[in-house]
């Protein structure tokens, strides 16, 4: 599986490529103490784009690409 960490503004969580056929983003890890914890996130969780409810996954290549 791909992965990315990503460390930027103190969230630090782990996200990799979700094993379905789109290829979306899945949390792995988030580090206990982060900003993305005290925002709620959690293993497991898909990431979503914002304003779409939770309807509209994001594929991970995506995420890589806003995340960088």
């Not at 983003?25 to 990431?47: M, P």
Request: hydrophobic share 40%.
């Amino acid at each position: 599986h791909a992965c990315l960490v990503l460390y930027s503004c103190s969230w630090y969580i782990q996200v990799e490529k979700r094993p379905n056929s789109e290829g979306t983003a899945i949390v792995n890890e988030v580090i206990a103490g982060s900003q993305a914890e005290a925002a709620g996130l959690k293993r497991g969780d898909i990431v979503c784009f914002g304003g779409s409810n939770g309807q509209e996954e994001m594929h991970y290549d995506m995420f890589l690409e806003l995340a960088r």
